[in-house]
């Protein structure tokens, strides 16, 4: 394989400052329901993100998508699965990661943790540790697909002004 030349100007449109990122504290449906706010950052790819608003700072994106999750204690993401992979590993604090129809299986993830998690298993996550800390998850596709909520979120998510159009997208009421 040949050694090919990328310019920095090129390389840095691949490059995402941390400071500099955009956060969603709505990317998903389940965002307003109570113990699962947190801020969602697209870094490489949209992932699975359900605001059409919030773009990834790093668009070229093929075979994988990253994103970071940012909640306080007791925080997280309510059941969901995906058609792809995904890899949670704390980058601080300490993380649950639970699966199964009810969430009923679980592991605790410390920093630099990883857990590869199937295709169509229900997952969430939860911040358990006293602090705020963050999570990345990444997906496994180049397009990573929508979310597929456990029932009950969906039934949750009514309660608030969140809810999904036909497409996958939040629309927001009022």
Not at 140 to 155: C, F, N, Q
Request: no cysteine; hydrophobic share 40%; aromatic share 6%.
């Amino acid at each position: 394989m040949g050694n090919k030349k990328v310019s920095k100007k090129d390389m840095l449109k691949r490059l995402a400052r941390f400071k500099d990122l955009q956060s969603s504290d709505e990317a998903f449906v389940d965002s307003k329901i109570p113990g699962h706010e947190r801020d969602i950052f697209n870094v490489i790819g949209r992932g699975v993100t359900e605001d059409a608003n919030l773009g990834p700072a790093i668009t070229a994106v093929q075979d994988f998508n990253v994103t970071y999750v940012g909640a306080g204690p007791g925080k997280g993401a309510a059941l969901h699965s995906h058609s792809t992979v995904e890899v949670f590993i704390p980058l601080s604090g300490k993380w649950s990661i639970f699966w199964g129809d009810e969430g009923e299986q679980e592991v605790i993830l410390e920093t630099w943790d990883t857990v590869s998690v199937p295709t169509g298993i229900m997952r969430g996550f939860r911040n358990v540790g006293t602090e705020d800390a963050h999570l990345m998850a990444i997906l496994g596709g180049t397009d990573a697909g929508h979310v597929a909520w456990a029932p009950k979120v969906l039934e949750q998510a009514k309660q608030t002004e969140l809810e999904l159009d036909a497409e996958g997208n939040l629309l927001q009421d009022g």
